[in-house]
């Protein structure tokens, strides 16, 4: 599974509360911790939906 974070991302941490061993916030967007999302991609489907500005894409949901 490949996730991108866009530029429309404003930071509201929903992601984050989601899974924050997947999802982290900086003072600018969230960040992908790819190293963790093999075992967690229901989150990461679950973190994309409930996305305010849908600033998450998974651009590769088979790998």
């Keep these: 599974m490949h996730i991108i ?3 429309d991302c ?3 941490g ?3 509360a ?4 997947i999802f982290t916030i900086d003072v600018n967007h ?3 911790l790819a190293e963790n ?3 967690n ?5 679950d973190a994309a939906l409930i996305c305010p500005v849908n600033a998450i894409w998974i651009d590769d949901i088979s790998n």
């Design 18 to 21: 989601v899974n924050p061993r």
């Design 14 to 16: 929903a992601c984050e």
């Design 5 to 7: 974070i866009t530029d």
């Design 37 to 39: 999302i093999k075992g």
């Design 10 to 12: 404003v930071t509201c």
């Design 41 to 45: 991609e229901q989150d990461c489907i």
């Design 30 to 32: 969230a960040k992908v």
